[in-house]
């Protein structure tokens, strides 16, 4: 059973698209996180999300909205592609707000050309 | 703000020898530490982490890592490598008391020869 799993695994897309990645838990967790792997392996919070509601946002550009329908879901629309957002985005969720260990998904490596 | 520096960004060591992963950190406030591997194509995975207590800890797959607030270091070592402990290796911190906010290094790369 997979704990955290995102879909696609590999996204391949021209400049100006709109494109989603889904992510979804299995364990029960209440907080859900959306991480970018930049090409030199950085990677940095962009949003977390607890019992749907955010509670982390930071300095992302517009272009990238998080939905949660509900605790289990956190996915990722991405408006207007450019170069820049060429990455690998991980999902991770964490039991709350405050537990420190996140379980992470194995990744989406967006290529935008 | 948190900051974390991982000064090595390959590390290259034979089979069987031991070997450490430097971490430091920069904090205004006191933090959690822990230590996450990705393996190639694999999302990162908990190895181990620093809450409160012993300032030692350690993984199942004999990893340790001794937290030091003077020298707001968190060191990852094992004294014996496996080529199956090939991977990158990151260190995080959190702030404690607020909502889990991880900041991480920039990776080392653990390179185990034969």
């Known amino acids: 059973d997979t704990a955290v799993s995102q879909t696609p695994k590999y996204l391949v897309t021209q400049m100006g698209n709109d494109k989603s990645i889904k992510c979804e838990q299995n364990l029960g967790h209440d907080t859900m996180y959306w991480y970018k792997q930049d090409s030199k392996k950085f990677l940095k919070i962009m949003f977390s999300y607890n019992n749907k509601e955010l509670i982390i946002n930071e300095t992302v550009p517009n272009r990238f909205s998080p939905k949660s329908p509900d605790k289990a879901h956190l996915n990722l629309h991405i408006n207007s592609l450019e170069l820049g957002d060429s990455a690998v985005y991980f999902c991770?969720?964490?039991?709350?707000?405050?537990?420190?260990?996140?379980?992470f998904g194995p990744g989406t490596r967006l290529t935008v050309t | 703000a948190q900051s974390v520096t991982q000064l090595d960004s390959q590390v290259p060591v034979f089979e069987e020898a031991p070997v450490e992963l430097r971490c430091n950190y920069s904090s205004s406030v006191s933090v959690y530490l822990f230590w996450y591997v990705q393996y190639p194509n694999q999302g990162l995975q908990l190895l181990l982490k620093?809450?409160?207590?012993?300032?030692l800890v350690k993984s199942i797959n004999g990893f340790e890592a001794e937290f030091n607030k003077s020298q707001t270091s968190f060191h990852l070592r094992k004294p014996s490598v496996h080529i199956s402990d090939t991977a990158e290796y990151f260190c995080a911190v959190s702030p404690t008391g607020t909502a889990s906010k991880l900041t991480f290094g920039t990776g080392t790369r653990l390179q185990v020869m034969l």
């Open positions: 991770a969720s964490s039991q709350d707000h405050r537990a420190y260990e996140q379980y």
């Open positions: 620093y809450l409160s207590g012993s300032t």
